[in-house]
């Protein structure tokens, strides 16, 4: 068994797809929930890997357009390799699984 960890390919899932074909087991904030979405907010994102099981992640909103966000790695992924906490995510609102707002005033 090699010590070396490859990288992984992986892709966001299309978490309002994913909500659309199951509405009652994947939900999904609401569309205003997720257009609300500033910088500072942590959101959660399903990161698919090529291969293995796909993880969910907090991301930290550093930056929101109209169509396009994009954030860091808030941790380590568990299984994923060649991903690490503070590395850079460029995501659209459709991936966004979960929100947590930043605190007011912050």
């Excluded at 978490?15 to 907010?41: E, I, N």
């Excluded at 929101?64 to 906490?85: F, I, K, T």
Aim: hydrophobic share 45%; charged share 25%.
């Amino acid at each position: 068994m090699s010590l070396f960890r490859r990288r992984v390919a992986w892709t966001l899932a299309d978490a309002a797809a994913r909500h659309a074909a199951a509405p009652d087991t994947f939900r999904v904030p609401s569309d205003d929930a997720t257009a609300a979405v500033q910088v500072g907010d942590r959101v959660k994102l399903v990161v698919e890997p090529e291969t293995g099981l796909a993880e969910r992640m907090w991301v930290t909103v550093t930056a929101v357009d109209e169509e396009s966000l994009e954030g860091v790695l808030a941790s380590d992924p568990a299984e994923l390799r060649g991903l690490h906490a503070g590395d850079t995510v460029s995501f659209e609102r459709r991936h966004i699984v979960a929100i947590s707002r930043r605190p007011a005033g912050s």
